[in-house]
Structures are given as structure tokens and as C-alpha cells.
């Protein structure tokens, strides 16, 4: 099945740029970005601090099972227009990442579907592609998963 | 010989990949990556041999000590580079996708 999302990351660039297209209306897909309770759903981390508003700042952070803290993430929105656009920066503390300044650009299509742009700018070429790097990782453990759940569900079949 | 041994066959282990995880973020030495998990300092050694085998892992020396960092040269031979980290964001739209549909349908019961 294709992917419904893009990557465009050029060579040599510090930048990258998502997109997505969601089967949702742009209201809802603009909500799943500010409510801290739905962010904390679908990111998967508790959410500290979420002041949805020019200014406001906004504080992540993982624990495992054992109590210890696995991802921590700080920023500041630097602008927030409802249902249009989201400037804000990103910080994952203690990662040699650096801080990346991002562009949220929301978009209704129709009623019933939205799309999401982000455009992700990285302090050098390098800060960018270690953060691919990582992603990279990540990816393998997500899809390793997703083929360990195919699997149980043939088992379950068969 | 041992025969060459199969780059998705290493990473399909669970601790492999949390090795792979730990050291994409810093090159580490062998004790500091065995510090992090539960098991013996054989087993992780094993593991890491395994993934240096594969060429996954780079090593380094600086004075004393080995250090191992992730070798992206191989992690391109596996798949396009940006692959995974498109099935990774992937991954969580469609979550926030489903829980945003889920959202709806609750307010407008």
C-alpha cells in the first residue's frame, strides 16, 4: 500500500518537508495539535506543558516502565493563526540534534479531508541527516513491529 | 569461515535493535552500551559483534577505548535512507487519523 505521507529531504539541504493528507475536516486535524490531551494520544508521550498561543511554550517527556525518562521535548510557538498555521521550535533535550524551527501549514481540502505541510529547518546539513538517522531506526523498530502483528493475526487465521 | 551473516536477520532482534537506537544518538563503548540493558556483559558483546559483522556498526578508537557508532553507509544499503523515517511519521498520522475519527464521532454522539 502506498503511503499517504511525503518526505522531501533534498541532498545537501538543512531542511526537510513533510506532507500529509488526512481523511479527517481541518478543524479536527487542527486540534490534534493543540489539545495536549489528544497530543498525548497520538505522540505517545505525556505531555507537561502545551500553552496553545503566540508565545506560549510546550514541554514532552517519556517515562518507561521502570519510571525512567526515555524522551524529553521543549519548544516555543512562536505564532499559532487556528486552523491555518503553527511556527514553533523543537528541542529533544539531552540528543546532540539541536534545536529545529518548524512551519505547520494546515489546510482544508474539502470538508471531510485536510492536509498538513511541515517544514522542518535544522541548524546545519548534519543536524538534519542525524535526525533522519535516527527516524531510520525507529522506522525499522515500527515496521518490525507491524510485521509482528501481521504475523499473530496469520497465526490466529491459520 | 562463518558465513556472512544477514543484515535483516541482525536487526530483526529486539536488543539489536535497541542498540542500534542507543548508538545512533552517540558513538558509545561497549561497556556504556551494556550498562543499559539487563543482560550479561556476553550477551550484549555477542550482539554487538553480530551488528559489527553486518557492518551496522562502525567501530572507533580514541586512546583506549572502542567506541561504536552507527555506520549509515550500510543503513543506505538496506533501504533508501529516508524510508523508514517515512513509514515512522507514517505511522503516527494514521494514529492521529484514527484517534481524531474516533474524536468526531464521540462529540457528535
Given at each position: 500500500?502506498e503511503?499517504?505521507?511525503?518526505?522531501?529531504?533534498?541532498?545537501g539541504?538543512q531542511e526537510?518537508?513533510?506532507?500529509?493528507?488526512?481523511?479527517?475536516?481541518?478543524?479536527?486535524?487542527?486540534?490534534?495539535?493543540?489539545?495536549?490531551?489528544?497530543?498525548?494520544?497520538w505522540?505517545?508521550t505525556?505531555v507537561?506543558?502545551?500553552e496553545s498561543?503566540?508565545?506560549g511554550?510546550?514541554?514532552?517527556e517519556t517515562?518507561?516502565?521502570?519510571g525512567s525518562?526515555?524522551?524529553?521535548?521543549?519548544g516555543?510557538?512562536?505564532?499559532?493563526?487556528?486552523?491555518?498555521?503553527i511556527?514553533r521550535t523543537?528541542?529533544m533535550d539531552?540528543?546532540?540534534?539541536?534545536?529545529q524551527?518548524e512551519f505547520?501549514q494546515?489546510?482544508?481540502?474539502?470538508?471531510?479531508?485536510?492536509k498538513?505541510e511541515m517544514?522542518?529547518?535544522?541548524e546545519?546539513?548534519?543536524?538534519?541527516?542525524?535526525?533522519i538517522?535516527?527516524?531510520?531506526?525507529?522506522?525499522?523498530?515500527?515496521?518490525?513491529?507491524?510485521?509482528?502483528?501481521?504475523?499473530?493475526?496469520?497465526?490466529i487465521?491459520y | 569461515?562463518?558465513?556472512?551473516?544477514?543484515?535483516?536477520?541482525a536487526i530483526?532482534?529486539p536488543?539489536?535493535?535497541a542498540?542500534?537506537?542507543?548508538?545512533a544518538?552517540?558513538?558509545?563503548?561497549?561497556?556504556a552500551i551494556a550498562?543499559?540493558f539487563?543482560?550479561?556483559?556476553q550477551?550484549?558483546?555477542k550482539?554487538?559483534?553480530?551488528?559489527?559483522e553486518c557492518?551496522l556498526?562502525?567501530?572507533e578508537?580514541?586512546?583506549r577505548e572502542?567506541?561504536?557508532?552507527l555506520?549509515p553507509?550500510k543503513?543506505?544499503e538496506?533501504?533508501?535512507?529516508?524510508?523508514?523515517?517515512r513509514?515512522?511519521w507514517d505511522?503516527?498520522?494514521?494514529?492521529?487519523?484514527?484517534?481524531?475519527?474516533?474524536y468526531?464521532?464521540?462529540?457528535?454522539?
Open positions: 500500500m503511503l499517504k505521507t511525503k518526505i522531501n529531504a533534498k541532498d539541504r526537510l518537508v513533510i506532507t500529509r493528507e488526512f481523511d479527517l475536516p481541518l478543524e479536527l486535524l487542527f486540534n490534534a495539535y493543540v489539545e495536549s490531551g489528544i497530543v498525548e494520544q505522540m505517545g505525556k507537561l506543558k502545551l498561543k503566540k508565545h511554550s510546550y514541554r514532552f517515562t518507561n516502565a521502570q525518562i526515555v524522551f524529553q521535548a521543549n516555543v510557538i512562536h505564532d499559532l493563526i487556528p486552523n491555518q498555521k511556527i523543537f528541542e539531552n540528543t546532540p540534534f539541536g534545536v524551527l505547520y494546515f489546510e482544508k481540502l474539502t470538508d471531510e479531508t485536510s498538513l517544514h522542518v529547518l535544522f546545519s546539513v548534519e543536524h538534519r541527516d542525524q535526525m538517522k535516527i527516524g531510520f531506526v525507529q522506522g525499522i523498530n515500527m515496521a518490525h513491529n507491524r510485521l509482528q502483528d501481521i504475523v499473530k493475526k496469520l497465526k487465521k | 569461515m562463518e558465513a556472512r551473516r544477514d543484515v535483516f536477520q530483526a532482534d536488543t539489536r535493535r542498540i542500534l537506537t542507543l548508538v544518538l552517540q558513538a558509545m563503548t561497549p561497556g550498562d543499559q539487563d543482560s550479561s556483559r550477551t550484549v558483546s550482539h554487538i559483534q553480530i551488528l559489527t557492518d556498526l562502525k567501530q578508537e580514541s586512546g572502542i567506541y561504536y557508532q555506520n553507509v543503513m543506505k538496506i533501504a533508501d535512507f529516508i524510508e523508514p523515517f513509514n515512522m505511522d503516527r498520522f494514521n494514529k492521529l487519523e484514527t484517534i481524531m475519527k474516533k468526531k464521532s464521540k462529540k457528535t454522539k
